[in-house]
């Protein structure tokens, strides 16, 4: 949701509008036209975090994940014709999501704000939440709720968490949580967040937790990093396809960039 100032918000909302544009110009000149298939079997109207839980497990089954780690959220996305625009803005935006024509879904990140992947790829995926869940008949605060549950459970889904750290726990060492971390791609506050609502461990023993990770000065930066990018090379491999198969020009080709023609060159998109 953007909560930003009026100028902003319509430089993003430009902005996206231009990047999209030239995405789905490419997609056409190309030939591309796949449509994009909902990976809920039937729209339940959502009324707890069991039903959250449930839809999370269809969308991983639908995309053939299984309760394995995701590698690239991204990817992931924009391989199920999820458009992922990612852009620079202030810090008071973090993402939105909408649907073009009632039919191309489309996700925007702040890709400036989110100095940690794993904050990215949770962000992205709370975006996802809001466009595939039935939300229409939950207030606003609720919906929230619902989409960072829905965020969590597909990075990281109740069979792999209770795998992983059991049915009921006491307490969790660090080291543990920052192992899950990096398997996963899901920060150690959001997990204890998963094991919390799944009644892993206690109300009482999350207090303690966030109280203490709070001393530790690891809210904003937390301890073991996950290392890697979250980003997808899509739309420049279709620029190198359409080179390569003479369907679009060098010249074309910078300006579905948003180059000029000698910086598209300096820049050796091209191969070969």
């Known amino acids: 949701m953007v909560r930003c100032p009026e100028k902003e918000k319509n430089s993003i909302i430009e902005r996206t509008k231009d990047i999209l544009s030239r995405y789905l110009e490419l997609e056409e000149i190309i030939g591309i036209k796949k449509d994009f298939e909902h990976p809920l079997p039937y729209k339940k109207v ?10 999370a497990e269809q969308i991983r089954e639908k995309w053939k994940i299984g309760d394995e780690p995701i590698t690239n959220v991204v990817e992931l996305l924009e391989d199920n014709q999820i458009k992922v625009i990612e852009l620079d803005a202030n810090d008071s935006f973090d993402g939105l999501q909408s649907w073009i024509n009632g039919t191309i879904p489309v996700i925007v990140v702040n890709n400036s704000k989110f100095k940690s992947r794993d904050r990215k ?14 939300l229409d008949k939950v207030d606003e605060k609720t919906a929230e709720k619902y989409c960072h549950i829905f965020a969590g459970a597909v990075l990281l889904p109740q069979k792999a968490i209770r795998r992983e750290l059991g049915v009921k726990r006491n307490k969790i060492s660090i080291q543990e949580l920052g192992i899950l971390k990096q398997q996963f791609g899901i920060s150690i506050q959001a997990i204890i967040m998963r094991a919390t609502n799944l009644g892993i461990i206690s109300d009482y023993y999350t207090r303690y937790f966030f109280k203490y990770f709070s001393e530790m000065g690891w809210k904003s930066e937390e301890p073991y990093k996950l290392e890697g990018k979250e980003s997808s090379k899509r739309f420049e491999q279709l620029i190198f396809r359409g080179l390569s198969e003479e369907v679009i020009s060098m010249n074309k080709a910078a300006s579905l960039m948003n180059m000029k023609l000698a910086e598209f060159r300096s820049k050796k998109l091209m191969v070969g």
Request: zero cysteines.
């Open 121 to 134: 790829r949770f962000t992205i995926l709370h975006e996802l939440g809001h466009l595939l869940l039935p």
């Open 46 to 55: 959502i009324s707890g975090n069991e039903d959250v839980e449930l839809a």
